[in-house]
Structures are given as C-alpha cells and as structure tokens.
C-alpha cells in the first residue's frame, strides 16, 4: 500500500510540475501576445499619418474638401461685410 500511495503521489507531482509549466507557458504566450498587438498597432498608427515632408501630408491644403470651400465662401463674405461697413462713410474716419 505505501509503494502505491509514493507511485501516485510521485505521479501527483509530475502532473503538478507539468501544471507548473504549461502556467509558465500560457504567461510568457501571452506576453508576446500583448507585445505582438502593441508593435502591430504602433505600425498601423505611424503607416496611417503622412509624414510632414512628403506632398500627402500638405494635399489637404492643396484640394480642400467642399467644406471647406463653402467655409472659405462664408469667411470671404463676412470679411466683405466688414470691410464694406468699416469704408461706408460714417465709419471711415474711424476706420483710417
């Protein structure tokens, strides 16, 4: 009976120790798992943005969207407005 109880205790152990690792395993995987997704997004971020040399970056600037044309329209209008007001004749002395 104690030859069977040491076998399976010694087997036990073994299947603890086995435990022991596949747990040492599972952390160091998952570690390079998180690592894995940290570099992958840092790459995805910095190939998403134009670098400030090259012409993608400015082409924004270059073609504007719609709206930003109809905005440049409203300034042009509003800063006519003001001018046109600030020139008529009661305000032009404060104006100058």
């Given amino acids: 009976?104690?030859?069977?109880?040491?076998?399976?205790?010694k087997t036990l152990v073994t299947q603890?120790?086995?435990?022991?690792?596949?747990?040492q395993s599972a952390r160091d995987?998952?570690?390079q798992i998180v690592n894995l997704r940290r570099s992958l997004f840092n790459s995805q971020i910095s190939s998403r943005a134009a670098s400030p040399l090259s012409p993608a970056f400015w082409q924004s600037m270059i073609?504007?969207?719609?709206?930003?044309?109809?905005?440049?329209?409203?300034?042009?209008?509003e800063i006519t407005?003001?001018?046109?007001?600030?020139?008529?004749?009661?305000?032009?002395?404060?104006?100058f």
């Fill in 1 to 9: 009976q104690r030859k069977a109880l040491e076998a399976e205790k």
């Fill in 16 to 23: 603890q120790d086995q435990a022991t690792k596949l747990t």
């Fill in 29 to 31: 995987l998952s570690t």
């Fill in 63 to 77: 073609r504007p969207t719609q709206d930003d044309v109809a905005r440049l329209h409203d300034l042009r209008g």
């Fill in 81 to 95: 407005d003001a001018l046109d007001s600030a020139l008529s004749a009661e305000h032009r002395w404060l104006f």
